[in-house]
């Protein structure tokens, strides 16, 4: 749990926001018996949850789905976990879980900080990514921001030893906060050199509703790559 100076709430890795259409309603309950997953099952063994023993990717806030199923689906040796709080997103993701015929994806309709702290093994994740967090631009909410120094210890511990750390903004101050508090973790390398953002990653194999929205208002997108020592004390 993090709190802010001056407040008592928690630091959540969502919005609450829209609301579900009938058919992502009904993917939604259709295909979460294969492929939901909940805190309550208790810490993931990976080769039971998916049937094999393959690299394995993890995804906080995926949103609509689109990058993680096209990520998916041209990465068929690879699993990925999505974690998202959007009724909807969960609902347009098992959508295309279902239209494409995919077996390696599967998803958490929880917050991320209680599926890191309850779900994922420690040192089990190739790589983590995080694409769009919500921004909170007004100052005064800055502290409610997920990408704080304490949030990125908890993500680190459940990357294997040289795994990929991927975030993804397009609000240039909130790029610049995350870049300090990348390099401020001494477990973290910048795969970009020191104090250099990333040019856009395979990881994000596809532009995005969410990102073609924001490069028409004008916007650039900041994307950020570390990976972690291959020796952590």
Same mark, same amino acid.
């Given at each position: 749990?993090?709190?802010?100076?001056?407040?008592?709430?928690?630091?959540?890795?969502?919005?609450?926001? /829209?609301?579900?259409?009938?058919?992502?309603?009904?993917?939604?309950?259709?295909?979460?018996?294969?492929?939901?997953?909940?805190?309550?099952? /208790?810490?993931?063994?990976?080769?039971?949850?998916?049937?094999?023993?393959?690299?394995?990717?993890?995804?906080?806030?995926?949103?609509?789905?689109?990058?993680?199923?096209?990520?998916?689906?041209?990465?068929?040796?690879?699993?990925?976990?999505?974690?998202?709080?959007?009724?909807?997103?969960?609902?347009?993701?098992?959508? /295309?879980?279902?239209?494409?015929?995919?077996?390696?994806?599967?998803?958490?309709?929880?917050?991320?900080?209680?599926?890191?702290?309850?779900?994922?093994?420690?040192?089990?994740?190739?790589?983590?990514?995080?694409?769009?967090?919500?921004?909170?631009?007004?100052?005064?909410?800055?502290?409610?921001?997920?990408?704080?120094?304490?949030?990125?210890?908890?993500?680190?511990?459940?990357?294997?030893?040289?795994?990929?750390?991927?975030?993804?903004?397009?609000?240039?101050?909130?790029?610049?906060?995350?870049?300090?508090?990348?390099?401020?973790?001494?477990?973290?390398?910048?795969?970009?050199?020191?104090?250099?953002?990333?040019?856009?990653?395979?990881?994000?194999?596809?532009?995005?509703?969410?990102?073609?929205?924001?490069?028409?208002? /004008?916007?650039?997108?900041?994307?950020?790559?570390?990976?972690?020592?291959?020796?952590?004390?």
């Amino acid at each position: 749990m993090t709190l802010s100076h001056s407040q008592s709430y928690r630091i959540r890795s969502f919005v609450r926001r /829209g609301q579900i259409t009938p058919g992502q309603e009904r993917a939604r309950i259709s295909a979460w018996p294969a492929f939901g997953l909940m805190i309550d099952q /208790g810490c993931l063994d990976y080769q039971t949850v998916f049937g094999r023993s393959a690299d394995c990717y993890l995804e906080i806030g995926f949103g609509s789905g689109q990058s993680l199923l096209a990520l998916a689906a041209a990465h068929p040796d690879c699993d990925y976990i999505g974690i998202e709080t959007h009724k909807p997103g969960v609902g347009a993701l098992l959508n /295309g879980v279902l239209s494409q015929g995919l077996s390696n994806v599967r998803v958490f309709h929880e917050d991320a900080i209680d599926v890191l702290d309850k779900a994922i093994p420690a040192a089990s994740l190739q790589g983590i990514q995080i694409f769009f967090p919500d921004p909170w631009q007004k100052r005064r909410h800055h502290a409610r921001r997920l990408i704080q120094p304490d949030f990125i210890s908890q993500v680190i511990t459940k990357l294997k030893p040289a795994g990929w750390l991927h975030l993804a903004t397009d609000w240039e101050d909130y790029a610049k906060h995350m870049l300090a508090v990348l390099t401020s973790e001494p477990k973290l390398t910048n795969v970009a050199g020191l104090n250099q953002y990333a040019s856009r990653s395979t990881q994000r194999p596809i532009i995005t509703k969410f990102e073609r929205r924001a490069l028409a208002a /004008g916007r650039k997108v900041w994307e950020l790559q570390f990976k972690l020592a291959l020796t952590v004390p």
